[in-house]
């Protein structure tokens, strides 16, 4: 075996990240750099009537304003990153006078320092002919969304759950609910700006997805994608919110183009609550049955959630209920309700957060009255094999979990009444157990690397959905380049797999990532 596999690598960014000096993207400076603000709605639902800038525009500083009456035609965002309960906006922002939530952007003001651009923004003067909001799921009609982001089926259902509740020995009905949760990276979102040529863009942007942001900013200014370049060097924690087109982005390129000149657009603490996106509300009813002996014979996951008038994705709540628990009845179902709040995203195991939450209290509330062990109760309904799929499982430990569990946390020693449980002092302890579950799905992936032939160090890595198994060069001089192909799950394990195999195929390769002299700097 390589004598470097099995050795501990430092994480190539992890000293940077901890002396200060990793630099995100509202620390890159630019000449001549302009400061943006936003101008944001006030109301939830209605339109613009009229925009007064007059007193902006006199304030000391201001370079220009960018709105609907000024800004550029976009071209509609691809349907594939907007339809299918994809997790994007489908409006393109400055297009019309519709506003749809409160914080909605409707433009930008561009001052020479931050104090002057944020000065000006206060004093612009917006009129609204404005409607009554529908903030509430009972606000409006509920319709059935297909799929989650174009993939899983959101309506899904196994044998009869009617007949199975009507049989069942032990039932509850019950219904959970889960807020509206909001991003808070320690970072907050910016963005960069500038036209290198009046074809040519470069963008600095804290962003997970630096390829499909290529795409809506190429696409919308009708640009080649190669003449967009984004760079994002770190990323200051995302929860989701940095994974898809927000508005922020093209209005600060606009304004950029506008005033020609490269322009900063950072948000504030509190605009992560109105323009990078959250984790929906929830709503969602359990009908649960189990015979004498303690066996599922029906479950039922009804589930209402909302999204913006401007997008169609669905918190997937009940996905995990398909297929976690042996049971012959299963009826899973998802509807969806268009209200005038922020649009909703993927954040942090979306739907199995607040689904398998849901479900879990289900399963202990059942279990209760059925008066079984809540371990014992998932023990005889334990799952040998996905049923919603009916196909085996690549591997699962989940049985051992809750064995060793039980053994290191002393659950025999527990008091099975609930509320009976008292410390010394008197204060109640809580005692209980549930199951996680995230789904780990597989794709092909594969890196590539380039090396230079004096400094043999890793230059960069980037992953593609298939990679040819072969070796080959890059180019004649002066790096070479290997492909190797890897199926993996996610990026990361992708590039990691691909290092340990890059190191063991290239002697005295050390995976050192920094830039070579001839390759241009921010590339």
């Known amino acids: 075996m390589n004598a470097t596999i099995g050795k501990p690598l430092t994480r190539i960014d992890s000293n940077l990240k901890v002396i200060g000096a990793a630099t995100y993207a509202a620390e890159f400076q630019r000449p001549q750099l302009a400061y943006g603000v936003l101008i944001q709605s006030t109301i939830a639902n209605g339109r613009v009537a009229k925009i007064d800038l007059s007193n902006a525009k006199s304030t000391p500083g201001v370079i220009g304003i960018l709105t609907r009456e000024n800004a550029p035609r976009f071209k509609p965002y691809p349907d594939n990153l907007t339809k299918n309960g994809a997790p994007g906006e489908s409006r393109v922002p400055l297009q019309d006078d519709n506003v749809y939530c409160v914080g909605q952007h409707l433009g930008i003001v561009v001052a020479e320092t931050l ?71 320690i970072e907050t979102t910016s963005t960069t700006a500038e036209w290198e ?86 709503d969602q009813r359990f009908s649960l049955g189990a015979d004498k002996t303690g066996k599922l014979v029906a479950l039922r996951h009804a589930t209402t959630t909302h999204c913006s008038p401007v997008s169609e994705y669905t918190e997937p709540c009940g996905n995990m209920s398909r297929m976690l628990y042996s049971c012959p009845n299963v009826e899973v179902s998802h509807q969806l309700v268009r209200l005038n709040l922020t649009t909703p995203c993927p954040m942090r195991a979306p739907g199995e957060a607040p689904g398998v939450f849901a479900l879990e209290c289900a399963l202990d509330e059942l279990a209760h009255k059925a008066d079984i062990d809540p371990i014992d109760f998932r023990m005889r309904n334990y799952a040998e094999f996905n049923e919603f799929e009916n196909k085996p499982w690549s591997n699962k430990k989940l049985r051992e979990c809750y064995q060793r569990g039980a053994e290191k946390f002393g659950w025999s020693k527990r008091s099975k009444k609930p509320g009976s449980m008292r410390a010394a002092d008197g204060s109640q302890i809580g005692f209980g157990m549930a199951t996680a579950i995230y789904p780990a799905g597989q794709q092909k992936a594969g890196a590539i690397a380039v090396l230079t032939k004096t400094e043999r160090s890793l230059y960069a890595a980037r992953l593609t959905r298939s990679a040819p198994a072969r070796t080959r060069p890059c180019r004649s001089s002066p790096p070479t380049l290997w492909e190797f192909p890897s199926r993996r799950s996610a990026s990361n394990l992708a590039t990691r797999n691909f290092q340990k195999r890059l190191i063991m195929a290239v002697p005295g390769l050390h995976p050192v990532l920094r830039r070579p002299s001839w390759v241009p700097a921010g590339s």
Request: with cysteine; aromatic share 8%.
């Open 115 to 185: 104090e002057q651009a944020t000065h000006a923004a206060s004093l612009v003067r917006i009129q609204y002919e404005e409607k009554s909001p529908l903030v509430s799921l009972s606000d409006a009609n509920p319709v059935q969304p297909e799929k989650f982001i174009g993939r899983e089926k959101l309506q899904a259902k196994r044998g009869d759950v009617n007949g199975g509740l009507a049989t069942a020995a032990h039932r509850i009905d019950a219904v959970y609910s889960t807020p509206i949760e909001n991003h808070n990276p």
């Open 197 to 282: 040529a009046s074809d040519r863009l470069l963008i600095h942007e804290s962003t997970r997805g630096i390829k499909q942001l290529q795409k809506v900013i190429s696409n919308s200014f009708g640009l080649p994608p190669e003449n967009v370049r984004i760079i994002c060097k770190f990323v200051g924690g995302a929860f989701g919110s940095k994974g898809f087109q927000w508005s922020h982005t093209l209005l600060a390129a606009a304004a950029a183009q506008l005033v020609q000149r490269p322009v900063k657009l950072t948000f504030t603490r509190s605009q992560m609550f109105d323009s990078a996106g959250q984790r929906a509300y929830t």
